[in-house]
């Protein structure tokens, strides 16, 4: 029951408020450097050196560490520390069975010429000019860009933000990879080829090819953690 006096019972939040607007952007600036590769799959971050990097409280920087871990990017153990996760192979399967239920309907519902094509195109100008130079951990972006393009064709504010955290998350494990080019590269060619059906406005082609194109990447990628798995980097 809301009573007169309820609202003077939540001052006391107004500190934690403060505390976790300052965790939340600082949670947003480690997300960032962990989908850059700044901090690697299973590296630990020192409390220290990081509060003292962005001059925020010990406590803050739990509370960013707390909402990394609820997205699965980091995890805590006991006696030891923080740590950038390692994504196992069950991992990869989860990630690629919400990317095609979310980016298979995205695309299905396409019956014209999306008004956003052309950024979608620039994104696969982008990974060719990356390929051209020997860039593969820029292709990759592009690759990225050009998925979450995909999304954005839902028109779903709700959607592209879940997405945005899964796209951290399949960044963790694209940096486990020994050789990005030997992922990136050979769906270049895949990303022109789905340009066609979606310029002409075709979603069930569209559809087809992008699931066809995500069953393989899952694939390979599975295929790629057992054979690390075997040399025990991945448990």
């Known amino acids: 029951m ?3 006096e309820s609202p003077l019972g939540l001052e006391a939040d107004r500190g934690l ?5 300052t965790a939340e952007r600082v949670a ?3 997300r960032t450097r962990i989908s850059e590769g700044f901090f690697l799959p ?8 990081i509060g003292t990097a962005l001059g925020v409280s010990r406590n803050t920087l ?3 560490f707390r909402l990394l871990t609820h997205e699965r990017l980091l995890t805590h153990e006991l006696n030891r520390g923080v740590f950038v996760r390692v994504p196992t192979v069950d991992d990869v399967r989860d990630i690629y069975r919400v990317r095609k239920l979310v980016e298979c309907a995205a ?3 396409i019956t014209e010429r999306p008004a956003s094509y052309d950024k ?6 982008e990974g060719d000019e990356a390929a051209e130079t020997g860039r593969w951990q820029d292709l990759g972006t592009a690759n990225i860009r050009f998925h979450s393009e995909l999304v954005a064709l839902t028109g779903s504010e709700r959607v592209v933000e879940l997405m945005q955290g899964l796209t951290a998350e399949l960044r963790l494990v694209f940096h486990v ?10 769906y270049l060619p895949r990303n022109r080829e789905l340009l066609g059906p979606l310029g002409e406005g075709d979603g069930r082609r569209a559809e087809e090819l992008l699931a066809a194109y995500l069953s393989d990447a899952e694939a390979q990628l599975v295929e790629a953690y057992s054979e690390r798995s075997v040399d025990g980097v991945i448990s």
């Not at 299973?42 to 050196?49: A, C, H, I, K, P």
């Open 62 to 64: 739990r509370e960013s």
């Open 120 to 125: 979608i195109a620039a994104t696969v100008a």
């Open 177 to 186: 990879m020994a050789d990005p080019r030997r992922f990136h590269e050979r």
């Open 2 to 4: 809301v009573t007169d």
């Open 17 to 21: 408020l403060s505390r976790t607007s």
């Open 28 to 30: 947003g600036v480690l």
């Open 42 to 49: 299973g590296s630990r971050l020192s409390e220290q050196d």
């Open 107 to 109: 695309v299905r519902g």
